[in-house]
C-alpha cells in the first residue's frame, strides 16, 4: 500500500515530538514536519536516532505540499506559556487553524487533526465532564483563565460547521512523555523537577484527579481516526484509567523517595482550578480504541526516561 503523507503542523512541540517517534517505528507514512525552528526538530530527530522518511521545513512551505492528513500540534502546550500569552492565545490558536482550514478547502479529499482540550468544555470542573455537559461561563465577567477554552471551543464550532469536511478535534486532558518540558509548570513536572534536583517538593494541599495520556495511546488513537470511516466530529482522548494527586505523591515517596510539604498558600492556575480533570464520554471506542496504559502506567513509564538522566 501507498505510504500516507502525514503533515505536522509544530513539529517541535511535545505531542509532535511523540507522534513522531511512534510514526517513524510504524510502517506505511511519510512525514512532512512543519515548525518555525526546524533546527530543533531536526536536533530531536537525531537526538533520538530517528531517520525514517521525513522532510523538515518552515511552515512556508506548508501550503504548496500534497498530504493525505494534516496534524496541527500549534498552540501552547503548558500552564507556563498559557499564562505568558495571555489573549494572544486567541490569534495563534486562529492562525494555525484558519491556514489548515485553507489547505483543506483547496484539497477537500484530506484529513484534519486538530488538538483541542479538556479545556473547552469550559467547566468548572468540580465533576467529570461527559458528553452532554454544558459551558458555564459567566458571560459578563470572562476572564484570562476563560480564553484558552473559548478558544478551543470557538476552533471546534468552526469545524463543526463545516460539516462537508473530514475535520477530528481530539480534546486532550492531560498528556506526559519522556519528551515534556519540565520548565513547563505543571504539578508533575515541577515534582519531577525537585526529584532530580533532590529538592524537597512545594504543592499545594488540594488532591485533583488527571487522566494522562501516554504518547503510544495516542498515536494508537491517530491511527484508528486515519484508517476509520471519515467524519467529522470531537473524540475525548482517555488513559485506561485516571489517578489522583496523592496517589501520584505516594508513588514518588515510596518509589523515589521523594519529599514533599504543603503550602497552604500555593496557587498556580493559569487555566482555572481543575478538581476533576477527566472525561466519562468513551465515544473513541467506536473506533476500536481502548487505550493500553493507565494514568499511573503512563507517568512511571515516561518518568523513568526523564529520571535516569539524574
Ligand atoms: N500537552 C498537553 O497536555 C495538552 C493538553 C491539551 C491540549 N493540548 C493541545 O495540543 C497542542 C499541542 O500541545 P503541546 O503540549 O505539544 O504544545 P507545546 O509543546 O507547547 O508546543 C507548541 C507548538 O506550537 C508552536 N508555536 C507556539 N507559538 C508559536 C508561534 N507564535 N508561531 C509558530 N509556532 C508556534 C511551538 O513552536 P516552538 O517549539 O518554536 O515554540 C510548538 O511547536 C496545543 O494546541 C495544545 O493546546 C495539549
Redesign the pocket.
Known amino acids: 500500500m501507498k505510504n500516507k503523507k502525514i503533515a505536522i503542523l509544530?513539529?517541535?512541540?511535545?505531542?509532535?515530538k511523540g507522534l513522531i517517534f511512534n510514526f517513524m517505528h510504524s510502517e506505511g507514512f511519510e512525514l512532512f514536519l512543519f515548525?518555525?525552528?526546524p533546527e530543533?526538530v531536526k536536533k530531536f530527530l537525531k537526538e533520538n536516532n530517528l531517520a525514517s522518511k521525513y522532510h523538515i521545513y518552515k511552515?512556508e512551505r506548508f501550503f504548496s505540499g500534497k498530504y493525505d492528513v494534516v496534524i496541527n500540534?500549534?498552540?501552547?502546550?503548558?500552564p507556563i506559556?498559557v499564562k505568558q500569552a495571555s489573549g494572544q492565545v486567541f490569534k495563534?490558536t486562529e492562525d494555525f487553524d484558519n491556514l489548515s482550514l485553507a489547505y483543506l478547502l483547496a484539497h477537500p479529499k484530506v484529513l484534519y487533526i486538530n488538538?483541542?482540550?479538556?479545556a473547552a468544555y469550559c467547566s468548572s470542573f468540580n465533576q467529570k465532564v461527559n458528553r452532554n455537559s454544558k459551558l458555564s461561563i459567566s458571560v459578563s465577567n470572562i476572564k484570562p483563565e476563560n480564553y484558552y477554552g473559548i478558544a478551543k471551543i470557538y476552533s471546534e464550532a468552526k469545524h463543526r460547521a463545516l460539516d462537508k469536511l473530514k475535520i477530528v478535534d481530539i480534546r486532550?486532558?492531560?498528556?506526559f512523555s519522556r519528551f515534556i518540558?519540565l520548565e513547563g509548570g505543571y504539578f508533575i513536572t515541577d515534582m519531577l523537577r525537585s526529584l532530580k534536583k533532590k529538592d524537597t517538593f512545594i504543592t499545594s494541599h488540594h488532591d485533583f484527579v488527571r487522566d494522562f495520556l501516554s504518547p503510544q495511546d495516542l498515536f494508537n488513537l491517530i491511527y484508528l481516526i486515519i484508517r476509520s470511516k471519515p467524519f467529522n466530529g470531537a473524540i475525548d482522548a482517555y488513559s485506561s484509567a485516571p489517578i489522583s494527586k496523592f496517589k501520584l505523591l505516594d508513588y514518588f515517596v515510596k518509589h523515589h523517595s521523594l519529599k514533599y510539604v504543603f503550602d497552604r498558600d500555593f496557587k498556580f492556575w493559569p487555566t482555572g482550578g481543575k478538581s476533576l480533570y477527566y472525561s466519562s464520554s468513551k465515544k473513541a471506542a467506536s473506533l476500536g480504541y481502548k487505550p493500553k496504559f493507565s494514568s499511573l502506567k503512563t507517568v512511571v513509564t515516561e518518568s523513568e526516561y526523564i529520571l535516569k538522566g539524574n
Not at 509544530?10 to 509532535?16: D, E, K, L
Open positions: 509544530g513539529a517541535s512541540s511535545h505531542i509532535a515548525a518555525r525552528f530543533k511552515f500540534c500549534v498552540g501552547l502546550g503548558t506559556k495563534l488538538f483541542s482540550s479538556g486532550i486532558f492531560s498528556y518540558d
